[in-house]
């Protein structure tokens, strides 16, 4: 057996240092920090008289926060449904119901697509123990009040994620291990209070949770620090895995009770050759590098050129320092040419233009129109998508974002159908021979997606009608699940309510009056 994390080797491993920088590098575009940008910018202009002025008037535009925003609105604006085809009333249904509820999926899918967009990678992980933390509650010496044990469904920070590859294999993995730093304070020695002047010590240990088919291993190690990687363009903090060391959990080793890993990973992008998911923003790091130095410089033209410099006869002499208007000024002879401003060409116009192109290609390289938002930014990039008004043309305009929605929802919709199904299996194998507790067959679910663009209901009506000839195509439930996006036991509750209203409206009349009636009229 060869593990991922033994004494002697290094965390994180170096293979996963470049994929780590790459999550850490895209965190820092997403959230309008762009330290790169500015520090080539600088080193630009660093020998010229604009160097002073040019961390005032650094701009950085944020424009990848609101582009990997937009496929997770149109993937989850409208909720899907959860189907595990037994019907509404069953127990898979009502357990289905119940762990999609309980874990807010719907809202954990738009969070890790948003994630996902600048790092590549997600995962989520499935477990059965208890959802709230009672630690702090013990550490008081409280009672700690009893917590139901239920099937959780939850993501995982991809940067502390490093599986393992199947042997021959790209994206098959034998074991994931979910390994984090730990700072832990401990009492500090003689040397350490005389260096620092603190009492404690603050330590890093390693904690390993390593997931294989039918068990999770936990593991504790000491850590050293050995440096900081910083060949990739962000640091990366590297150590030195020393010996094992308790972890203080009951069993070390836990069985789960099913042959599949527990961890689930979701790309945002992925191509044959490798397991690593590609992001939505490595590829841009260029144009919008060159984005915010061109707005650097139309900004620092525009400030120079706001108070130019004014030439004219000298009047030095004169003592009225308002005739100096406000800016430089060169004095002449009285026999020179009229006083004047001196004006520069600063080329705005080409700028502009260049500027146009550049956020046009981060439109077009992230498959989103840009009137998407409401709005254009650059001069005749598609129009403003209000020129279409009926679904298929509507469709037809939002192909381009569609498209890549439609490419990462097959990637959300194998792992939550995985989660799930997970989670029942989970559910069933702790509960075995509990009192009260009803066993049932974890299925597989279905979800059903919405693409997100308003539908036409009037329009989806009459398809309807001359498809089938005017007969009904779906029952009252189903209407009420598609309309208002509920799940199979609510829109059966609105059934109820809506068929108790007609009774009390109309009344119920048994069936055999009218043939008594015509009876008597026959007679």
Sequence with gaps: ??????????????????????????????????????????TLLKDTPHAAQLQTLFIAVNLMD????????????????????????????????????????????????????????????????????????????????????????????????????????????????????????????????????????????????????????YERYKLSESGVDTKWGVPIETFTI?????????????????????????????????WEGINGIEKLESVLSAINERLVQIDYILWKHS????????????????????????????????????????????????????????????????WLFGTTLANDKGGTGTSHTDSGAIKARFMPILAKVNRIRAHVDRAFRDAIWTAMQLENYANQNVEGFETYEPIYPRITWRDGIPQDPKEAAEVAQIRTGGKPTQSVADAIKGLDGVDDATAEEMVRRIDADEERANGTVESSIFNNLDGEAAA
């Excluded at 069985?255 to 890993?261: C, W």
């Design 66 to 217: 609101i582009l990997l925003t937009k496929p997770a609105d149109l993937l989850t604006g409208e909720p899907p449904t959860y189907e595990s085809g037994k019907g509404p009333g069953s127990r898979e249904q009502e357990r289905l119901d119940s762990i999609v509820e309980e874990n807010d999926l719907t809202q954990m899918m738009h969070e890790l697509v948003i994630g996902g967009g600048y790092r590549g990678d997600s995962f989520i992980k499935t477990y059965y123990g208890a959802r709230a933390d009672v630690s702090e509650t013990e550490a008081l010496g409280l009672p700690a009040p009893d917590v139901p044990l239920e099937p959780i469904i939850e993501a995982v920070p991809a940067n502390i994620v490093f599986p393992e590859l199947s042997i021959g294999s790209r994206k098959k993995f034998k074991a994931i291990n979910i390994a984090w730093v730990e700072w832990v304070e401990e009492p500090g020695g003689k040397i350490i209070r005389w260096l620092t002047g603190n009492p404690v010590s603050v330590v890093p240990y390693l904690n390993v949770e390593r997931h294989v088919p039918g068990y999770i291993s």
């Design 242 to 274: 020393g010996d094992p060391v308790p972890t203080g959990r009951v069993e070390d080793v836990i069985e789960t009770g099913t042959d599949r890993l527990l961890v689930h990973h979701i790309p945002y992008k992925s191509v044959d050759d490798r």
């Design 307 to 370: 108070d130019p410099t004014a030439y004219g006869p000298d009047i030095d002499g004169d003592g009225d320092a308002t005739a100096r208007f406000g800016g430089r000024y060169m004095p002449l002879e009285k026999d020179d040419v009229t006083p004047g401003y001196m004006t520069w060409e600063g080329q705005l116009e080409s700028a502009f233009k260049e500027l146009d192109i550049l956020l046009g290609l981060v439109y077009q390289m992230s498959e989103t129109p840009q």
């Design 1 to 42: 057996m060869t593990k991922l994390f033994t004494p002697g080797q290094t965390y994180p491993p170096p293979k996963d240092i470049p994929r780590l920088a790459r999550y850490k590098r895209g965190r820092i575009i997403f959230d309008g920090r762009h330290p790169e940008i500015y520090e080539r910018a600088s």
